[in-house]
């Protein structure tokens, strides 16, 4: 080779160092979700297995089987970045009446591994099957006889797949759905015109109603004043808002590599998942003071959704739902509308899932994210103390959200993630969507004299009182691995009798420190406390350990269920907000791994049994966000958005705070948005 070539080259080389610093990570992530072409794989891997050849092969669910820890960690400090991943996907498959676990490897097209779970629990419920089901009723003779005592249409009548429970049967007993039948018609909102009385039971694996009882016919309620859609509100009306964008004359401040978001101080990966939904992992704050980027959460994402209804009639006790474990909040998710659902500046990134027959799904504009201009001050003073100055700070709050939202039939969850250049990670979710209501004969609460368990909204219309327990898994790596789980209490303490002044009490903390995982059940708000997660290697210059807190926004709701009842043994971690464990890469879901028709043996009260240690390990913290909803009026036909969440806040991980010595934004003409026409 001439010497030019070599130049030629070596200028070529570092040309393309210099234009793409980032090359190595647009190669696939360990993390990053499997690809259509990679579900499309596993498929054919699986279907040219031995267990192809069963007529029922169905897939439940498929996804990423992430790699260890430690290999994600030590990719992520790039000693051994641009190796080939191990690409693997974890796949739970029922043929021929069994479920089974499915390990492949995915560069490979190969089966690692199968095998038969024998324990009490099914998968998630494939989208598929619960079409199927949904339709039944309509060739049912038992129910078009009903829908005939009802004066209702056949054509009008839409049903929805409600997950069975598990109330003591014994045996693993069958795979069972029951159906909500409801009224269309000239509205929407079926789901405010319900056919009360009735019980339907499916058989999943047969696909067959193997019960049905029309107990007692009740009104359904009418159509009218049930719509949400635009067109079908007499009279539309116009609030005096006038419409807004947000502009960015600079262009937008983040950069999506792959599924590697970076955005101002915060790095962090964002993928889906048919079951979790949103997936936050190797989230990571850049320290100015340090010159460092500091480790803050390795993964994040909704666990498990429990919504236990409070109505014992026959046709509603066992409405005690787990939306991700038993449905699928990923497989849920909706596509984002632009301009609504997200700001003009958002950037949307799609999903893929798998069908029953394991075809990859493209879920367009899964996710969102964008930067937030909340309007809100980060930091502000005003000086007057000073004679003859007069001296103000503000510096404006930026954020980075990222959001999905699960539409779970009739509700919307909104799951938001929000970075911020504070250091903190401020977790939201909203709900909105329709209620579930039941039939009744009442038209005014004059006439009611027992409870109802909900709340009158309409003419026959009773919106059932209910819960939603968001459990959010939350694998904090504060500054490294091992971190110590803290209570910091604050107790009123007395002054001392004889002393010179005439206070009499005063608060102070103790901390006290989780050492084991039953020193870490927490119920928020018995005792006044803060939570805190902290790196007991690392201290301040000051001497304190650098950590995170955990603070709750909304008041915080456990179940109050009673401990013997059924859907409490099966989500028992519900009376507890806070419980930690040490990782374990296989303790993932809140309520099991298997969860509809479960018995509560393998959740997180279970695990926490076991009582490990936990001090100065990789811990996993779990939280809970809980709504108690006594449904109101104003939540009909609709529900406006109702909002709760966390915040994990830098508590002694920085050393002042962080945004102390950011330089003001300048005045810049921004265009002020006036429509010139
Ligand atoms: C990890 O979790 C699984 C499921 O709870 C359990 O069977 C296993 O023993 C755990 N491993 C360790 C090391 O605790
Ligand atoms: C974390 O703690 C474990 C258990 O004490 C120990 O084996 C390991 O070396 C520690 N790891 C780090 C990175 O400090
Ligand atoms: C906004 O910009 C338009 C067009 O440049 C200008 O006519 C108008 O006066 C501006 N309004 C304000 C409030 O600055
Ligand atoms: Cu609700």
């Known amino acids: 080779m001439s010497i030019q070539l070599w130049f030629l080259l070596l200028f070529f080389l570092l040309f393309h160092l210099l234009l793409h610093p980032c090359l190595p990570l647009s190669s696939a992530h360990p993390l990053d979700p499997l690809t259509a072409a990679e579900i499309s794989t596993i498929r054919r891997v699986i279907q040219s297995s031995?267990?192809?050849?069963?007529?029922?092969?169905?897939?439940?669910?498929?996804?990423?089987?992430?790699?260890?820890?430690?290999?994600?960690?030590?990719?992520?400090?790039?000693?051994?970045?641009?190796?080939?991943?191990?690409?693997?996907?974890?796949?739970?498959?029922?043929?021929?009446?069994?479920?089974?676990?499915?390990?492949?490897?995915?560069?490979?097209?190969?089966?690692?591994?199968?095998?038969?779970?024998?324990?009490?629990?099914?998968?998630?419920?494939?989208?598929?099957?619960?079409?199927?089901?949904?339709?039944?009723?309509?060739?049912?003779?038992?129910?078009?006889?009903?829908?005939?005592?009802?004066?209702?249409a056949l054509s009008d009548v839409v049903c929805s797949p409600l997950t069975a429970g598990w109330f003591g049967e014994p045996g693993r007993g069958r795979r069972r759905l029951k159906l909500q039948c409801c009224v269309a018609g000239e509205t929407a909102n079926f789901y405010m015109r319900p056919m009360e009385g009735i019980t339907v039971v499916v058989d999943l694996d047969e696909m067959r109603i193997i019960g049905y009882r029309d107990r007692v016919v009740v009104p359904v309620p009418k159509a009218e004043g049930t719509d949400y859609r635009a067109a079908k509100q007499r009279p539309p009306f116009a609030l005096e808002t006038k419409p807004g964008v947000v502009v960015q004359p600079a262009g937008k401040g983040f950069r999506i590599d792959g599924h590697v978001i970076r955005w101002s101080n915060w790095d962090f990966h964002l993928s889906y998942d048919a079951r979790a939904g949103l997936v936050i992992s190797l989230a990571s704050v850049y320290d100015a003071q340090k010159g460092a980027r500091r480790r803050v959460l390795y993964r994040g994402y909704v666990s498990e959704v429990f919504v236990p209804y409070m109505d014992p009639a026959e046709e509603w006790y066992f409405r005690t739902f787990f939306d991700a474990g038993e449905y699928g909040f990923g497989l849920w998710a909706s596509p984002l509308e632009p301009m609504t659902d997200c700001p003009a500046n958002a950037e949307f990134?799609?999903?893929?899932?798998?069908?029953?027959?394991?075809?990859?799904?493209?879920?367009?504009?899964?996710?969102?994210?964008?930067?937030?201009?909340?309007?809100?001050?980060?930091?502000?003073?005003?000086?007057?103390?000073?004679?003859?100055?007069?001296?103000?700070?503000?510096?404006?709050?930026?954020?980075?959200?990222?959001?999905?939202?699960?539409?779970?039939?009739?509700?919307?969850?909104?799951?938001?993630?929000?970075?911020?250049?504070?250091?903190?990670?401020?977790?939201?979710?909203?709900?909105?969507?329709?209620?579930?209501?039941?039939?009744?004969?009442?038209?005014?609460?004059?006439?009611?004299?027992?409870?109802?368990?909900?709340?009158?909204?309409?003419?026959?219309?009773?919106?059932?009182?209910?819960?939603?327990?968001?459990?959010?898994?939350?694998?904090?790596?504060?500054?490294?691995?091992?971190?110590?789980?803290?209570?910091?209490?604050?107790?009123?303490?007395?002054?001392?009798?004889?002393?010179?002044?005439?206070?009499?009490?005063?608060?102070?903390?103790?901390?006290?420190?989780?050492?084991?995982?039953?020193?870490?059940?927490?119920?928020?708000?018995?005792?006044?406390?803060?939570?805190?997660?902290?790196?007991?290697?690392?201290?301040?210059?000051?001497?304190?350990?650098?950590?995170?807190?955990?603070?709750?926004?909304?008041?915080p709701a456990a179940s109050l269920l009673s401990d013997d009842d059924y859907p409490q043994m099966r989500a028992s971690y519900g009376k507890k907000q806070v419980w930690v464990t040490p990782y374990n890469k296989s303790e993932k879901w809140a309520a099991g791994l298997y969860v509809d028709n479960s018995r509560g043996d393998d959740n997180l009260a279970a695990w926490s049994l076991r009582n490990r240690a936990i001090e100065n390990v990789d811990i996993v913290v779990w939280h809970t966000v809980g709504f108690h909803h006594i449904p109101y009026q104003e939540d009909f036909p609709l529900?406006?958005?109702?909002?709760?969440?966390f915040e994990l806040r830098p508590s002694n991980f920085f050393e002042i705070n962080p945004l102390i010595r950011l330089r003001p934004t300048k005045h810049t003409h921004l265009p002020n948005c006036t429509l010139i026409v």
């Open 50 to 152: 031995h267990l192809g050849a069963s007529k029922s092969l169905a897939f439940h669910y498929v996804g990423l089987d992430e790699p260890d820890k430690t290999d994600v960690q030590a990719w992520a400090e790039s000693a051994t970045r641009g190796r080939r991943q191990r690409r693997r996907a974890f796949v739970v498959a029922r043929s021929g009446g069994e479920t089974h676990e499915i390990v492949v490897d995915v560069a490979d097209a190969s089966v690692v591994s199968d095998r038969v779970y024998r324990g009490s629990g099914y998968p998630i419920q494939t989208l598929d099957e619960l079409e199927a089901a949904a339709a039944l009723p309509l060739n049912y003779t038992p129910f078009v006889e009903s829908a005939r005592r009802r004066g209702v």
């Open 639 to 645: 529900m406006p958005m109702l909002s709760s969440g």
């Open 349 to 555: 990134m799609d999903g893929y899932y798998a069908t029953q027959d394991g075809e990859p799904v493209k879920l367009p504009n899964v996710f969102c994210v964008f930067e937030r201009y909340s309007g809100d001050a980060a930091w502000r003073h005003t000086e007057l103390g000073i004679p003859g100055q007069m001296i103000r700070e503000v510096r404006p709050e930026v954020s980075l959200v990222v959001r999905m939202v699960g539409a779970l039939g009739n509700y919307d969850y909104v799951t938001d993630w929000e970075f911020k250049t504070s250091g903190s990670i401020k977790v939201g979710v909203s709900l909105t969507g329709i209620l579930e209501v039941k039939g009744t004969p009442y038209t005014h609460t004059d006439q009611i004299t027992t409870d109802v368990h909900g709340s009158l909204l309409a003419e026959n219309t009773i919106a059932v009182y209910h819960d939603h327990f968001v459990t959010y898994y939350l694998d904090l790596d504060i500054d490294g691995l091992n971190n110590t789980f803290i209570k910091s209490k604050l107790k009123t303490a007395r002054v001392a009798d004889g002393g010179d002044v005439p206070r009499r009490s005063y608060w102070t903390v103790t901390r006290e420190v989780a050492k084991m995982e039953a020193d870490a059940r927490v119920e928020i708000g018995s005792v006044p406390a803060e939570l805190l997660i902290v790196n007991p290697n690392k201290k301040t210059k000051m001497g304190n350990h650098v950590g995170y807190r955990l603070i709750t926004n909304g008041a």
